[in-house]
């Protein structure tokens, strides 16, 4: 049974959850407009595995005799500066979200809810992988670094290399 704090800190993160899924799916849209399509099938793909986190958190939530609840969100940014500003706002996003994940560890921990610790272990893990992920993509695109339309011709190529080779949920 969950203490109603650690089922509201869960239902704030289903809430990163959601946001960060509809962020995904505005920048595949963008991304497409931009005929960058590479890049949108990793950001739908991305999206797609956003949603399961959060239906995971869903579901646990309810198992364990809480009320999850779906949030009403603001629009994420319909639009982007340029590829490399949005894969850095996704960067900053999965940053957040490793924080958020953490601190509900340390909650779990100080209020010896061991149950909900060991369910967070696989966001933990999730988020390093993510994180190291993301921080790869905005790394390799700096490398090729992006002065006209060949440089991104080129980037939006290496990010479709990079979802052949990316684990199931990138
Ligand atoms: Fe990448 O955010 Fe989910 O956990």
Known sequence: ?????????????????????????AMGSWFET??????????YRHSTSEREHMMKLIAYVNREGGHARVPELAAPPASYKSLEAALEMALENEKKVTKA????VELCLA?????????????VAEQ????GYFQAIVDKIKMI????SRGLFFA????????????SKA
Do not use: H
């Open 1 to 25: 049974m969950l203490t109603k704090k650690i089922e509201k800190t869960l239902n704030d993160q289903i809430t990163l959850e959601v946001y960060s899924s509809s962020l995904y799916l």
């Open 34 to 43: 931009q005929r960058l399509l590479n890049s949108a099938q990793f950001f």
């Open 101 to 104: 994940i953490g601190a509900i």
């Open 111 to 123: 209020t010896k809810d061991y149950g909900t610790f060991t369910f967070l272990q696989w966001y």
């Open 128 to 131: 390093q992988e993510e994180e």
């Open 145 to 148: 670094g992006i002065k006209d």
């Open 156 to 167: 939006d190529k290496a990010i479709g290399k990079l979802l052949e080779t990316a684990p």
